[in-house]
């Protein structure tokens, strides 16, 4: 008889997501028996890739979060109205939920930040196991000041973010609170060794190869002619089209491709990327330099960075020299930094041997 867990995950970009698979993963490593029921409004095809193991995918909306105009900017206007329509949660949908959860006969709920399983957890009597760097009212608190709403959606969310009976905090941590596991950073294990991932890139043992990413939006880039002219580097930038696309030394990718993430990662030699929670610990446990750029006025952004200074080699790199290309002048100064062989715990492996525990 497999063991049933439910895992209600946040659909706000692949990040919440990525870390889900991650621990769903190292989780079936201590008990190979267990079925995992994955609700979410994030693509099956991600977890598709993303696991070995089987898995049953139900696609509600469990989150809101906030609603992204494009990978740097949020628009605070249309999440405000998004949560008008989700918020509070019915009693209706919490008893079809319910049931759903009973009938799949779940043992217990784990939650990246996707509020609706704390809910359905007290509602049915279940163990909650809450997974998080923040919380959603943690996040809407620097949006107080521009639009007095929010505040009514931070009183809402907080209670039920605290009303977990197991919290675990993934490293790097924005808002530290009491937890009865934190971690290192979470991320999912590359699959393929990193001389076959280059050889199907087709690039020679000594090619220096930059990755280029801003999670999971797509984002189309100005400065791609510019690329084309530093003919001794070759670049890889995935979401940036909507099929594969090979441009002398520019490979472009598009948002489900043939190559796994974290595989492209340790096959770069430099990461120039977005920081978000999943692009850093893919960075940090392939252990590459990291050319990082920081959200403004984000709360995130500020842990983040002091995380990235601390613990990986890199360098900060503006937005608007992102979009304008600027950096290139620092691929030399980014390519010299040294890699860093990482020999402490993934996080997910933590959280799997956890799980097993409160099983």
Known sequence: MPTSIAYFISSHGFGHAARAAAVMQATAEYLPEVQFEVFTTVPSWFFKDSLSIPFNYHHHLTDLGLVQKAPFQADLGDTLHCLEEFYPISPRRLDEMSETIRQLECRIIICDIAPMGLLIAKHIGIPSVLVENFTWDWIYQQYSTANKNINKYIKYLKPIFESADYHVQTKPICSP?????????????????????????????????????TGGIPQAYRFLPRLEELSEFTFVLPGAGPAVDKRKNVIILPHRSDFYHPDLGIASDAVIAKVGYSTLAEVYHAGVPFGYVARANYNESGPMVRFIKQHMPGFAVEESAFFSGEWMDRITELLMLPRVNRQGPNGAKQIGEFILSVL
């Open 177 to 213: 609170k009491s937890a009865d596991l934190e971690t290192e950073p979470v991320s999912r294990k590359p699959k393929t060794p990193r001389d076959q991932i280059r050889q199907r890139l087709g690039l020679l043992p000594d090619r220096n190869m930059i990755l280029i990413t």
